[in-house]
């Protein structure tokens, strides 16, 4: 039996506000557990909540970035259950009422484009955080997250396969980067997974049960995660058994998916509103204003790229991948006047393969935009040739100083003088008779050793153009 795969995510997004959703506490990650946590956040008798107006703003950036609705009149309302990082034994969220009703986003899977639709995109407070590590045996509470404003992205179940999932994920996490409403950071717990998997026969209509895979935190993870999930239900069925609709977390040390409750129900968390929270009321200008606030956008971005740098749609694709990258090649495009496809090829070439050797953002990049320009200036001039370019930019990244300080330092101008490279094309020929015996008796491929061999005598100095245009001359005369 051939069988599909039906996928929903739900994505939490930490929202980048200062102080928490119900309270003045600090949002500060990394700080010494429980000094975060105050008197509101853990419900203690006779606080009350005050709803954090620039989560809401944040909200509405991201509905209207998905072309979805805006609900003017939202509902807060009481999640109850009982977790140990939960302290209060409710968690503020919006259930029926949301702030984002629904919306899409169009993702590109090997070239196809595919509309996945967005349920809703609702307001909560993150819980706490049970720590495992190093209490011998026991767990830790720290309740520093407790309060922290959310943004949950409740997907349809439109997506068919780990791959269109993670392309989802991948295209969400890019918007709230570009929004600047969540950092993005998924090793801090910022930006986390919930994936819905289920299995039906091919062309069957009704949904499959579905487990829920709970807190993944790595796209390489998620698209794991999500496909040994499809194998044990698949196995599972066609073994005579029956999934049941239950909570499972991904081991990603074992690679598999282990039970950990059953799932529950929206009936079972007892949702009701919140008695001392009013609905969250939004008028026209509030939303009209925080549109005025849109940047421009992830696709219409690309496709700007390709028409106004003439960039194909994979360089346009990298480049737009993160604002900040973005904005770092414009820069250098603007200030060194590089061709737009030498300066791609840079960015996305140099550039990111040492960004990701060091594990580094392009806003920490030793490189800055006006370094960067500096060497494109000197390539197009032919101070220097592309690949000692490469050896100056190295050179840069570790700090020794810009382009020309570098060039100057270790003494790496390209050799353009005519008289100079023709005695050291002189010297290799005298070096090579063999060689050019062959050559001339019709053994072409022996010019690139020829160019090699000067190259490497003149430490890579030489105008490779130069070299090849008086090498023809020298080797057929």
């Not at 929004?179 to 998924?186: K, P, W, Y």
């Not at 153009?465 to 008086?470: I, M, S, T």
Request: hydrophobic share 40%; proline share 4%.
């Amino acid at each position: 039996m051939e069988w599909e795969t039906v996928i929903g995510l739900e994505v939490h997004a930490q929202l980048m506000t200062k102080s928490k959703a119900f309270s003045g506490a600090a949002t500060k990650y990394g700080a010494e557990p429980n000094t975060q946590a105050c008197a509101v956040d853990i419900a203690l008798p006779g606080v009350l909540p005050v709803f954090n107006k620039e989560a809401a703003r944040m909200a509405v950036k991201f509905g209207l970035a998905i072309g979805a609705a805006i609900n003017h009149r939202s509902v807060f309302a009481r999640k109850n259950y009982f977790y140990p990082d939960l302290p209060k034994g409710y968690q503020i969220s919006q259930y029926e009422l949301p702030v984002v009703a629904k919306g899409q986003i169009t993702i590109d899977v090997d070239g196809v484009e595919k509309v996945v639709g967005i349920t809703r995109a609702h307001l909560e407070e993150d819980a706490g955080k049970s720590l495992h590590e190093d209490f011998h045996g026991m767990t830790g509470i720290d309740l520093n997250r407790a309060g922290t404003p959310l943004l949950e992205i409740v997907s349809e179940p439109d997506m068919r396969s780990p791959k269109e999932a993670v392309a989802y994920l991948k295209k969400l996490h890019e918007l709230v980067r570009y929004l600047e409403i969540c950092d993005g950071n998924m090793q801090e717990g910022s930006f986390r997974c919930d994936a819905n998997v289920s299995v039906r026969p091919k062309g069957e209509t009704k949904f499959g049960t579905r487990a829920e895979l709970k807190n993944i935190n790595s796209f390489r993870f998620v698209e794991k995660a999500i496909e040994f999930e499809v194998e044990r239900q698949i196995e599972l069925i066609e073994g005579g058994g029956k999934v049941v609709q239950e909570t499972r977390l991904y081991d990603s040390d074992k690679d598999v998916t282990r039970s950990m409750r059953s799932k529950e129900e929206a009936m079972d968390y007892r949702y009701f509103p919140d008695p001392d929270l009013p609905p969250l009321v939004l008028d026209q200008a509030f939303i009209d204003a925080v549109k005025t606030t849109l940047p421009e956008l992830p696709n219409a971005k690309r496709v700007r790229f390709m028409k106004d740098y003439g960039l194909n749609a994979y360089d346009a694709g990298v480049l737009t991948s993160s604002r900040e990258l973005a904005d770092y090649y414009e820069q250098v495009v603007r200030e060194s006047k590089a061709d737009s496809k030498i300066a791609a090829n840079w960015v996305t070439g140099e550039l990111a393969a040492f960004l990701n050797r060091d594990n580094k953002e392009i806003t920490a990049s030793p490189v800055t935009v006006a370094m960067m320009s500096g060497l494109l200036k000197r390539l197009a001039d032919n101070t220097i040739s592309g690949k000692i370019a490469k050896e100056v930019f190295e050179a840069m990244w570790n700090g020794e100083g810009d382009a020309d300080a570098v060039i100057e330092k270790k003494g790496l101008k390209q050799i353009t003088d005519t008289g100079a490279i023709e005695k050291v094309i002189d010297e290799v020929i005298a070096k090579n008779p063999k060689q050019l015996e062959q050559y001339r008796a019709g053994k072409e491929a022996l010019f690139g050793y020829f160019v090699g061999q000067v190259m490497k005598a003149s430490q890579g100095k030489a105008n490779p153009a130069q070299v090849n245009e008086l090498l023809k001359k020298k080797l057929s005369s």
